[in-house]
């Protein structure tokens, strides 16, 4: 069964930073494209980013709004995703979604696991 | 940069049909993918490439696409089925993806 367990979220400053992690099992972490999605309060969803695995050049995609402030890293050594998030704004508040493919008879859904969310808040 | 567009609330009674429309310039070249999330809780896939269904989603869910326009479709809402629906797809290029704005589904 895959499992993705978000965790790291909390209060943080206007300015200040903070790491998401994403501790995942039940799949093989290491060929996975990761993706993070986040979800403001009472708002729609909206793509952060995504890492490709290894295999694939572990390059990384950015939405507009956190390009040059946010971060994803991965560890497969330990199947941990990451989320470095600096320079955050109060507009970054929201819950943030781990996210991975799945594979349906040979297709490739880029988002068909979800974790259970992790939220940030910025505020002063 | 890119964008997907939904209506932001469809009402309709049990029973009857609920169409969700999300349009995008791209969608003719990249496929459409729908997520529906109730409150609280993780989305959850409904229709995978335009119009294909997961196992474990029911029948009365399918999806559609004619050009820049794809199309979710509830025949014999249930109450059950009162939720946010999302479409997602991904630019021209493949590269970014994108949600659309999200319609939010009553059912009277």
């Known amino acids: 069964e895959v499992q993705l367990v978000e965790s790291g979220g909390g209060l943080v400053k206007p300015g200040g930073s903070l790491r998401l992690s994403c501790a995942a099992s039940g799949f093989t972490f290491s060929n996975a494209w990761m993706s993070w999605v986040r979800q403001a309060p009472g708002k729609g969803l909206e793509w952060v980013g995504r890492?490709?695995?290894?295999?694939?050049?572990?390059?990384?995609d950015y939405a507009a709004p956190v390009k040059g402030r946010f971060t994803i890293s991965r560890d497969d050594s330990k199947n941990t995703l990451y989320l470095q998030m600096n320079s955050l704004k109060t507009e970054d508040t929201a819950v943030y979604y781990c996210?991975?493919?799945?594979?349906?008879?040979?297709?490739?859904?880029?988002?068909?696991?979800w974790g259970q969310g992790t939220l940030v808040t910025v505020s002063s | 940069s890119y964008e997907l567009t939904q209506p932001p609330s469809v009402s309709v009674s049990p029973g009857q049909t609920a169409r969700i429309t999300c349009s995008g310039d791209a969608l003719p070249k990249q496929y459409a993918y729908w997520y529906q999330q109730k409150p609280g809780q993780a989305p959850v896939l409904v229709i995978y490439k335009d119009s294909e269904r997961p196992s474990g989603i029911p029948e009365r869910f399918s999806g559609s696409s004619s050009g820049t326009t794809v199309t979710l479709t509830i025949s014999g809402v249930q109450a059950e089925d009162e939720a946010d629906y999302y479409c997602q797809s991904a630019d021209s290029s493949g590269t970014f993806y994108v949600f659309g704005t999200g319609t939010k589904v009553t059912v009277l």
């Open positions: 890492i490709k695995s290894k295999t694939d050049g572990g390059t990384t």
């Open positions: 996210t991975t493919p799945q594979e349906i008879y040979g297709d490739q859904v880029p988002f068909g696991y």
